[in-house]
């Protein structure tokens, strides 16, 4: 009997994997769009109009799973239990939201500005997309308030956001016509200025995906105030084509230098993609992304490229850590698409660790082995300006060689403290088609982290209803300052699986035998 249901299990988890890797599946392209659909585009607007074209088939609808409650507290075997309840950050019953990006005001850790996907919801579906929106909250993250319509003008979403010193507030995005803008505010999210970056494809196919946007606020930089945007190009017949491309503004948003392709000498035999970018204590400008050397297939390598004079001139692109398994073909056991897409920080502190530079992102067993079914979050990091990287650490400090899976990850580093934190999507406590939310923490440099779960619930991930091919967002966010952290990220435990955007910000303190004082 006990073999009878050991091998039912089984085959229940075996199901579920296999049920999920159907949906996760490359979109089916129906013969008209064939030489027209860019296979590894990730933009939500993108596969919707290619739907509404009738060049792919759309994706069926998943039943939805209600969440399960769990506790609000956030505990930790290294500090003092918090009473963090999920906040969303709007109540509205006729939105949805994805694809969350968190900025910390520099000078008040309790002002933040939050930017996600946005889109209409009724009847249980999608039927417009509005794209990247803007909500605020000036008191720790308590309250919110802001627009779901776009942040500037209707775009296509994937939103990165990002405040000066000076106080103006920016949402970088994917422009209505697939191209790249950025929006600024000079009255905190009130009124929105929608800048042209990077022009889409015209009369030809593709689209500018992808995107990253980055604020160089570092006071020892002769820089300050710098904006960096960056995506990957997959305009077809573009000399550029596959390979990332940056500009840059030093007047507020308000002009963009021509895109400057930057990864071409990284040499990726099919793409790069997931572009990330940092910047350093004196003004360096750092950008990394996943490299793909065949197609359909896992990210296998990570670009990286630096400038040492604003973003004017890049140093030529290099492969700072090979042999690496992602799971953007692998997949996990749930049922939305997924990536191993980098994420970066730099230390900007004045402590110990000032100027390392922090990469994380999800692999398939140990990094340079590769095998097994567990997922896990590894870091490496550079105290050299990226010239050498250390050995991958591992970040999630469940056990190892049960099938868990850890993905998504998103790294801070807080500029007053140096400590480190990384919010991603975990399994370890739930069946393999759930998820909780997740943060590991360091104070030693990512030499050794400590997990918590954030999120009061777990849910099952599904394809959001009206939006293609198994999406239920591409990345998650958190940013830290001042011993204050708020980490952001989707699920969809609402009723009928409406998808949303949820906060638990909490406090980090000073290192152990630190003293609790707040500067800047």
């Not at 996760?24 to 074209?53: C, F, H």
Request: a negative charge.
């Amino acid at each position: 009997m006990k073999k009878l249901c050991c091998l039912l299990g089984i085959l229940f988890v075996f199901s579920l994997f296999s049920y999920a890797q159907r949906l996760s599946s490359l979109p089916e392209i129906t013969p008209a769009g064939k030489g027209i659909v860019v296979p590894y585009a990730d933009n939500i607007g993108y596969w919707k109009s290619m739907v509404r074209q009738g060049y792919v088939k759309p994706q069926k609808t998943v039943p939805w799973t209600p969440s399960k409650p769990g506790s609000v507290v956030i505990k930790s075997s290294s500090s003092l239990p918090q009473d963090s309840p999920d906040v969303p950050v709007t109540s509205s019953t006729s939105l949805t939201q994805s694809e969350n990006s968190v900025f910390i005001d520099p000078g008040d850790e309790d002002n933040v500005l939050n930017s996600n996907n946005s889109s209409d919801w009724a009847q249980g579906s999608v039927s417009n997309l509005f794209g990247a929106d803007s909500y605020s909250s000036s008191d720790n993250g308590l309250s919110w308030g802001g627009i779901s319509t776009g942040a500037g003008n209707t775009n296509n979403g994937d939103p990165a956001t990002a405040i000066s010193r000076d106080g103006r507030w920016y949402v970088g995005k994917i422009s209505h016509t697939l191209g790249q803008n950025v929006a600024y505010s000079t009255d905190k999210g009130i009124t929105w200025t929608d800048v042209q970056v990077a022009a889409g494809p015209g009369n030809v196919y593709g689209l500018l995906d992808k995107n990253h946007l980055w604020i160089d606020n570092s006071l020892s930089s002769v820089f300050l105030g710098n904006l960096y945007a960056a995506w990957t190009n997959f305009i077809t017949g573009s000399p550029d084509s596959t390979q990332v491309q940056a500009s840059r503004s030093n007047d507020g948003g308000l002009h963009w230098s021509s895109p400057i392709a930057v990864s071409r000498d990284a040499n990726a035999l099919k793409l790069n993609h997931g572009v990330n970018i940092a910047t350093g204590e004196n003004g360096q400008v750092y950008m990394a992304w996943s490299i793909y050397d065949s197609w359909p297939a896992d990210e296998n390598a990570i670009g990286f490229v630096r400038s040492f004079d604003g973003g004017g001139v890049w140093q030529s692109a290099t492969r700072i850590i090979q042999n690496i398994k992602g799971i953007r073909n692998s997949m996990t056991s749930k049922a939305m698409r997924v990536n191993s897409f980098p994420s970066m920080a730099v230390d900007l502190s004045n402590g110990p660790n000032r100027g390392t530079i922090y990469l994380v992102w999800a692999n398939v067993g140990t990094p340079g082995v590769n095998t097994g079914s567990d997922i896990d979050i590894y870091l490496i990091k550079s105290a050299d300006d990226g010239m050498t990287w250390s050995a991958p650490v591992k970040v999630n400090q469940d056990a190892a060689g049960i099938g868990k899976q850890h993905f998504f990850p998103w790294i801070t580093v807080d500029a007053v403290t140096g400590g480190i934190c990384v919010i991603y999507y975990d399994d370890r406590n739930v069946s393999p088609s759930e998820a909780e939310t997740w943060v590991s923490w360091s104070y030693d440099g990512g030499n050794s982290f400590t997990d918590f779960r954030v999120s009061d619930v777990a849910f099952t991930p599904s394809p959001v209803p009206g939006l293609a091919f198994n999406y239920f967002g591409d990345y998650i966010g958190i940013q830290s300052l001042n011993m204050k952290v708020y980490p952001v990220w989707t699920d969809n435990r609402l009723p009928g699986g409406q998808t949303m955007t949820w906060t638990s910000p909490f406090d980090l303190g000073p290192a152990p035998g630190q003293p609790w004082v707040m500067y800047y």
